[in-house]
């Protein structure tokens, strides 16, 4: 397998008047090609923040970006994060691109979609009028939207939000690119909808054999089509590996506490929810030690001391699924299963 | 069930909303119907979970059972007696029994207001000193959702998104109400503080004995809370049923299509499930398809469902406004 995409020690900050927000820290993930690499993590975890890294959105001068974003081109390989913005802009759409969460503010009011496609195309491809208007009807065909070439010629606002959804993801396949990153674009939707939509870009990732890096917080998402699945929680990665890792062995307990806090199709008696307790951390003073440490229900198995001391590595007897936790490995799954007990 | 039995029973129930047609000439209004004749018996302290997906009028429905939108036609009544033409003035009693938790914590408290006059809103409107006053009745609710009482001066924007919520639960039940309409209450929440406000909502319902109309587009987070559910389509009812029965025997082709797409947090079920793609988008209440409003994107649609709209009839242990019931 070839990897489309490198992220090591990515660390991501916001100066404030209040101090630092320190909204990524230290994440390294890769993606290949065909494969769907899942972000799960609840609002302000970092898993936005990561993907505007990736795509290189973040204003330099608000923002302190470290580490590195190596995304091959042709023979050359590009780091988003310290290479020149011009080579990155220059990617932008042809390598990588993107669909947003909100389908309603991401599209121009002003300007009819077969334009809006266009211009994706016209900025790689300069004057090359013929092939862009081809490529937007070929394209908002692909992406299932009847008599395209007819509503190439309509505004925004006279598409519905799922059909909206299907124009940004037509949008971001202008250019054929190999990575595309999909920031949460199903939350917006209806869940008829969303069904359409995931089959969609399946379909889509297998036709052009793309890596699609998913950021969501729904885990049905997730489970539904991720291969492997990244949990991050106040800016860190706290777990990582396969979708059967994590859905059937996970190591971290906060990701227990999540998939413990989803309430499940049932039959029968229904049992209470183990929710997690507390709010998630102010990410400009992060707990000391494992930022997870004072909501965790585990830490009493832990060396004493340890979880407020220091923020365990990520590291795991497999080298595919590694987990942040200092209680060992081997005791782990008993830990968990005792305390989420009588399930 | 019968009338009797019922604590909170809607018969009927139209909501309308018009809208201007657009035309030069045409200065016809159009209406849209946005919930369009459901009947509906709820009995004291069961919780009954309305799901649908947007625009199929579940939260019209769930405010127009409170009066919050005056209803087009139909009846409302509330412990055997007619509430739907009562005026403000006799509706005000009944609304210290008659409550509703909204779906964005975000706009639904003042934000000029501090968390205890939020809270002790509720008495002062109604007249009503509970014993050992009202801050210290206040401190007990905020308590009880699991609120700092200490915090009782602060305001809305000191608080997140899960313990607002808590704050609008706690305003909802400052009344000891006897029904409350929670409104997509978890949805904007995320997944580990929804389950900390589906478990408080859960212990308001055994403890209290509080009758709650829980409406949400989460059919995961709407058949863990409810004993039964009632599904929607373009503003009428499509399937009644038991909570376990729902989910295991759908009746109605929208049921088993809606539960098909609902993504579920495992991976095996995940990979093997046929998955029922429904074609095309929701068709606009202004001008509903005729006979079943879901004929149109139904799989299973005849000639019939064209042109007649179905009963509702008992399918097993469920009631299902369809033709050709599975």
């Not at chain 1, 990575?179 to 379909?203: F, K, N, R, Y």
């Not at chain 1, 951390?281 to 004493?304: D, H, V």
């Not at chain 2, 993504?263 to 929701?282: C, M, N, V, Y």
């Not at chain 2, 509702?312 to 299902?320: I, K, L, P, R, Y």
Request: proline share 7%; glycine share 8%; hydrophobic share 40%.
């Amino acid at each position: 397998m070839t990897s489309l995409l490198e992220i090591s020690n990515l660390r991501v900050s916001f100066p404030t008047d209040d101090g630092d927000v320190h909204a990524v820290d230290n994440l390294s993930l890769t993606l290949n090609a065909g494969e769907t690499v899942a972000i799960v993590g609840e609002s302000g975890s970092g898993k936005t923040v990561t993907s505007l890294s990736v795509m290189g959105l973040h204003n330099p001068r608000s923002t302190k970006l470290s580490g590195s974003i190596k995304i091959p081109d042709g023979d050359q390989v590009i780091d988003v994060v310290n290479d020149d913005p011009e080579k990155v802009r220059n990617m932008r759409g042809r390598v990588m691109s993107m669909i947003f969460q909100d389908p309603m503010s991401s599209l121009h009011p002003y300007f009819r979609i077969g334009k809006q496609l266009a211009e994706a195309y016209l900025v790689h491809n300069p004057g090359k009028k013929e092939d862009a208007k081809k490529r937007t009807v070929e394209m908002l065909d692909l992406v299932g939207i009847p008599e395209p070439a007819k509503r190439a010629k309509d505004y925004p606002h006279q598409f519905s939000g799922g059909m909206r959804q299907r124009v940004m993801i037509a949008m971001a396949l202008m250019n054929t690119p190999r990575v595309l990153i999909a920031d949460e674009p199903t939350t917006a939707l209806d869940v008829t909808v969303q069904a359409q939509i995931l089959t969609l870009m399946q379909g889509i990732q297998k036709e052009f054999n793309m890596g699609i890096l998913l950021i969501t917080h729904d885990l049905g998402v997730v489970a539904a089509v991720a291969d492997r699945v990244s949990v991050m929680y106040a800016g860190n990665i706290v777990e990582q590996g396969s979708a059967d890792d994590i859905f059937y062995r996970p190591m971290a307990p906060y990701t227990v506490g999540l998939l413990n806090s989803v309430p499940k199709i049932s039959y029968g008696e229904k049992q209470r929810l183990q929710s997690i307790a507390g709010q998630p951390p102010s990410l400009i003073n992060l707990p000391s030690g494992c930022a997870f440490s004072p909501r965790c229900t585990y830490i009493q198995s832990a060396p004493a001391g340890s979880c407020a001391a220091t923020l365990p590595d990520l590291v795991g007897i497999s080298p595919s699924h590694v987990s942040r936790c200092h209680i060992p490995e081997s005791d782990r799954p008993q830990v968990f299963s005792h305390v989420a007990g009588g399930k | 069930m019968s009338t009797e039995a019922a604590l909170f029973s809607i018969q009927n129930l139209t909501k309308h909303f018009p809208v201007k047609k657009s035309g030069v000439f045409n200065n016809q209004k159009a209406l849209v119907k946005a919930v369009d004749g459901i009947s509906l018996d709820i009995a004291e302290g069961e919780t009954v979970g309305i799901v649908g997906e947007s625009g199929c009028g579940k939260t019209t429905a769930g405010r127009s059972f409170l009066k919050l939108v005056e209803p087009t036609s139909g009846k409302i009544i509330y412990k055997g007696e007619d509430i739907t033409h009562l005026k403000p003035g006799k509706m005000r009693p009944l609304r210290a029994e008659l409550q509703i938790i909204f779906q964005d914590p975000y706009s639904a408290l003042n934000p000029r207001q501090t968390i205890g006059n939020i809270i002790s809103a509720p008495f002062e409107i109604q007249g009503i000193t509970p014993d050992g006053g009202v801050k210290k009745e206040v401190q007990r609710l905020m308590e009880r959702v699991g609120l700092n009482p200490e915090h009782f001066n602060r305001y809305p924007h000191e608080f997140s998104g899960g313990q607002r919520q808590r704050i609008g639960i706690a305003r909802a039940i400052a009344l000891k109400p006897k029904f409350v309409v929670a409104d997509e209450p978890v949805s904007a929440l995320d997944v580990s503080i929804q389950a900390q406000v589906i478990n408080l909502l859960e212990d308001l319902k055994r403890e209290d004995g509080i009758t709650i109309v829980f409406i949400a587009h989460d059919l995961s987070v709407v058949q863990h809370i409810s004993d039964r559910v009632v599904v929607m389509y373009l503003g009428k009812i499509m399937e009644v049923s038991d909570s376990n029965n729902l989910y295991s025997a759908p009746h109605h082709p929208y049921t088993k299509a809606l539960l098909s797409a609902v993504p579920q947090a495992d991976p095996h079920i995940e990979r093997t499930r046929e998955r029922i793609i429904l074609s095309g988008d929701l068709p606009s209440p202004i001008n509903p398809p005729s006979g079943c409003v879901f004929s149109t994107r139904c799989w299973k649609a005849q000639d019939i469902c064209h042109s007649k709209a179905p009963e509702m009839v008992q399918v097993g242990q469920s009631q299902v406004a369809c033709h050709f019931p599975e």
